[in-house]
């Protein structure tokens, strides 16, 4: 198992995975960083080639906050997408 900690602005978590005979599966789980609102959880299985973005919207106009986890051969990646503006 592997895990990283993840930041979306308004809310924050970590997101891990498990290699599996189908795939890598990819969880993640976020919550409100000022609310005590229950986490949410979310979950998928990548393959080669595949991605999933996680991402809080911002004020109009504005780019949302983002965070890309990737799988490629047998390698993930995790790109925080630095919010401008």
Same mark, same amino acid.
């Given at each position: ?36 609102? *229950? $986490? +949410?959880?979310? %979950? ?5 080639? /595949?991605?999933?973005? =996680? ?7 504005? *780019? $949302? +906050?983002?965070? %890309? ?5 047998? /390698?993930?990646?995790? =790109? ?6």
């Amino acid at each position: 198992m592997h895990s990283r900690s993840i930041d979306l602005g308004a809310m924050s978590g970590v997101a891990y995975y498990t290699v599996e005979p189908d795939g890598y599966h990819v969880v993640a789980t976020l919550a409100q960083n000022d609310v005590s609102a *229950p $986490p +949410v959880r979310f %979950e998928t299985v990548l393959v080669s080639g /595949q991605t999933m973005t =996680l991402s809080t919207p911002r004020a109009a106009g504005m *780019p $949302p +906050v983002k965070v %890309e986890i990737s799988r490629t051969a047998d /390698q993930i990646r995790v =790109l925080e997408a630095v919010a401008t503006n």
